[in-house]
């Protein structure tokens, strides 16, 4: 049987840090060794990180990571690998004469992986499809490339292509397949959202099963900035059956003996390679390999692991995690410090902060107000004790009264409004950030999605912070979250009554999110429909809700776009985020309306 072994390094980088990604990558190399592999391969722009974003227009940054490249060859004795990087090239390299800024100067710059067989960078695949989408803008950095390495090793025909070339069923794929490649290697740096992981799956078999061949989709993981990867590395045969599927949220190195002889004895009644024209013969680059790099000698076959999917909630809180920990860690922090109310959004917030960094790094910090209840602080009492992190308390009520009797004289005859709640908001916000200057404290702010879509948030005071946790999970999730939280241990971390009490900001007496929102029962689904599908108002009241509701809540959104673009970045789990993923102006005289009848 004629096999093929291969180790796919499920690995976390840091965005511009060569050094530390090159020392990750040579440690992997010396795992795949170990395992006998004979092809290791890495995520798409393993050596950079991704998305590096302008340090691109740094030629300093190319040309270091151009050496990084040369230093993993040399490491590769013995050992075929694929390694992600930034391509740098003349224009000759491009299909494309489209100007950019990039390319402007005397070279091209492409998302690339090196093929590297016996210590030498042998072919270089560059990505067709660039991402212009969501998160990416690929275009503003890469030249699309138009070349097919294909490497041949020892009677096996292996395919390189990166992310996005493997969705489309006329791409690259197909006239490798029709080459005679046997295995296509996908890089990828897929982020994570709600339901991803599953339409990855579906992609992937679709391509396997049209081409015949063998798909290995390995997947970078870990968090930067507001994107999370989730790793979630596949490997599909020719019938487009997961036959290994690599752990979501955590590094770790997938190792599979792939039966290439199989797909060759599949594909003798096909004739594949007859399919090749003249023109896509023209793209393909033979790369033969010396048959000394594959081992010959006998091996302990490998079972291939095959971790089980993650449901909704579960692979939403992991996600949360990682990113909360990679964001604090890599950008220097060791701890971290949350405004405590005793609601569900900061208990959340406050166990995801434990879970990712330690208990003794997250510090809770509660601000009685002159509306603040018994029950609130109860509850923060009792889920500091059952979390394990630090509490301070800090009553806020004497610096409220000194604002108010500062400001009395140019208040004067105006009656009690948002104003007092929103100085309430901002003299916590203002406490949190002293103490995150005194101590070095990141602070994480505590704001859903449904808050932060409709402006149900204080500039300056809640949304005041340098990371928002939950800021693009709706509301009826984060009660989902916490639920989820509490059947991890043997009794609840996140108190009951968090969970069962009205949720309330506690600003004015007796006040409850539901006198200025709708439920969020009814409120997230027509969010979701507006914010993140785009859904027109007759659309979503065809979906059976009340016309002035949506009316109410689409101008609620659109009025607080000003907000959204000063609140810290937060993690996306969502199709469609806040940010990068939704892009609408501030200065907007467009205002959905009620249709004037024919």
Same mark, same amino acid.
């Given at each position: 049987m004629r096999t093929l072994r291969i180790a796919m390094a499920q690995m976390n980088p840091t965005v511009g840090d060569l050094t530390g990604n090159l020392h990750r990558i040579m440690t992997?190399?010396?795992?795949?060794?170990? *395992?006998?592999?004979?092809?290791?391969?890495?995520?798409?722009?393993?050596?950079?990180?991704?998305?590096?974003?302008?340090?691109?227009?740094?030629?300093?940054?190319? *040309?270091?990571?151009?050496?990084?490249?040369?230093?993993?060859?040399?490491?590769?004795?013995?050992?075929?690998?694929?390694?992600?990087?930034?391509?740098?090239?003349?224009?000759?390299?491009?299909?494309s004469s489209r100007p950019s800024i990039v390319s402007a100067g005397r070279h091209r710059l492409y998302n690339a992986a090196a093929l590297i067989a016996d210590r030498k960078v042998v072919g270089s695949y560059k990505k067709w499809y660039l991402a212009d989408y969501g998160v990416f803008d690929e275009s503003r950095y890469f030249r699309p490339g138009r070349r097919l390495p294909l490497l041949l090793v020892n009677g096996t025909t292996i395919g390189v292509t990166i992310c996005d070339d493997i969705c489309f069923s006329e791409g690259p794929t197909r006239v490798q397949a029709a080459a005679g490649a046997e295995v296509i290697v996908n890089v990828n740096a897929s982020p994570f959202h709600v339901g991803n992981s599953r339409l990855r799956e579906r992609i992937l078999a679709t391509r396997a099963k049209e081409n015949g061949v063998i798909i290995t989709y390995t997947n970078m993981v870990g968090g930067q900035d507001e994107l999370v990867f989730d790793g979630s590395s596949l490997i599909l045969d020719q019938f487009g059956n997961v036959i290994a599927r690599g752990h979501a949220f955590r590094e770790e190195l997938l190792v599979a003996d792939l039966n290439v002889g199989a797909v060759s004895r599949g594909r003798m009644p096909h004739g594949r390679k007859a399919a090749l024209t003249g023109k896509t013969v023209s793209v393909v680059d033979r790369l033969v390999v010396n048959g000394t790099v594959i081992r010959k000698k006998e091996r302990t076959r490998i079972v291939q692991g095959l971790a089980e999917p993650l449901d909704e909630i579960e692979e939403v809180y992991r996600a949360l995690v990682l990113a909360v920990k990679d964001y604090v860690q890599k950008n220097g922090f060791t701890r971290v410090v949350i405004g405590l109310s005793g609601g569900v959004d900061s208990a959340v917030t406050a166990a995801i902060a434990a879970d990712a960094l330690g208990a003794q790094h997250v510090l809770g910090v509660f601000m009685p107000s002159p509306y603040t209840s018994h029950e609130s602080e109860e509850d923060v009492v009792e889920l500091v004790r059952c979390l394990g992190i630090n509490l301070n308390t800090i009553p806020i009520t004497p610096t409220f009264e000194a604002y108010r009797q500062s400001m009395a004289p140019s208040f004067v005859d105006c009656s009690e409004d948002a104003t007092e709640e929103n100085l309430q908001a901002r003299i916590r916000g203002n406490i949190l950030m002293a103490v995150s200057n005194k101590f070095g404290h990141l602070v994480l702010t505590t704001g859903n999605k449904s808050e932060v879509s409709v402006g149900y948030s204080t500039l300056y005071g809640d949304m005041a912070g340098g990371f928002a946790v939950i800021k693009d999970v709706p509301k009826t999730m984060v009660y989902g979250l916490a639920r989820f939280?509490?059947?991890?241990?043997?009794?609840?971390?996140?108190?009951?009554?968090?969970?069962?009490?009205?949720?309330?900001?506690?600003?004015?007496?007796?006040q409850k999110d539901e006198d200025s929102l709708p439920p969020y029962a009814v409120l997230d689904p027509i969010l979701?429909?507006?914010v993140e599908e785009d859904r027109s108002l007759d659309e979503i009241v065809d979906a059976g809700f009340d016309r002035a509701m949506v009316l109410r809540v689409a101008r609620m959104v659109d009025s607080s776009e000003f907000k959204r673009r000063q609140a810290p970045i937060g993690v996306k789990i969502t199709h469609r985020a806040f940010g990068k993923d939704r892009r609408m102006p501030i200065t907007n005289g467009y205002r959905i309306k009620q249709p004037k009848p024919l």
């Open positions: 992997w190399l010396q795992d795949a060794k170990k *395992a006998e592999a004979d092809l290791v391969v890495f995520p798409e722009l393993a050596i950079t990180g991704c998305p590096p974003e302008d340090l691109l227009f740094n030629s300093q940054f190319v *040309a270091d990571n151009l050496r990084a490249l040369k230093e993993i060859a040399q490491a590769c004795r013995g050992l075929i690998a694929v390694v992600g990087y930034v391509g740098r090239g003349d224009q000759r390299d491009s299909q939280r509490n059947e991890l241990d043997p009794s609840p971390v996140i108190p009951k009554r968090i969970l069962d009490r009205p949720p309330t900001a506690e600003l004015r007496p007796n979701r429909a507006y």
